[in-house]
């Protein structure tokens, strides 16, 4: 963990976060939250890692998204030298 992000502040926004109970309920606090741009932002990169996962190519992802080259790269570090939290999340979201 990144211990320049642990704060209270961010405590606080996660226990938000996991307080959250349907997805409806994510859409409310995350529209408050987040510009429109900021989620769109975020849910790109999500799908930018999920495309990479399966293997797709940079070229293909960008197609598909409309990611830089950039985002690409940075959501690829993330996948592999990062903290494994998409790791977790792409186990969780298989086994349902």
């Known amino acids: ?12 926004l996660f226990d938000a976060v996991l307080a959250l ?5 994510c859409y409310s606090f995350f529209e408050d ?9 975020l849910s790109q990169r999500f799908e930018v890692a999920s495309m990479l996962k399966a293997g797709k190519t940079y070229l293909e992802i960008a197609e ?5 080259t950039a985002t690409i790269s940075r959501v690829n570090r993330s996948l592999n030298y990062g903290s494994d939290g998409y790791e977790l ?8």
Do not use: W
Not at 1 to 12: F, G, L, R, S, Y
Not at 21 to 25: D, V, Y
């Open 33 to 41: 939250l987040c510009t429109v741009n900021e989620l769109l932002s």
């Open 1 to 12: 963990m990144n211990k320049k992000i642990k704060t209270p502040a961010v405590d606080q």
């Open 64 to 68: 598909k998204t409309g990611a830089s």
């Open 21 to 25: 109970q349907s997805k409806e309920e």
């Open 89 to 96: 999340i792409f186990q969780r979201l298989n086994t349902k």
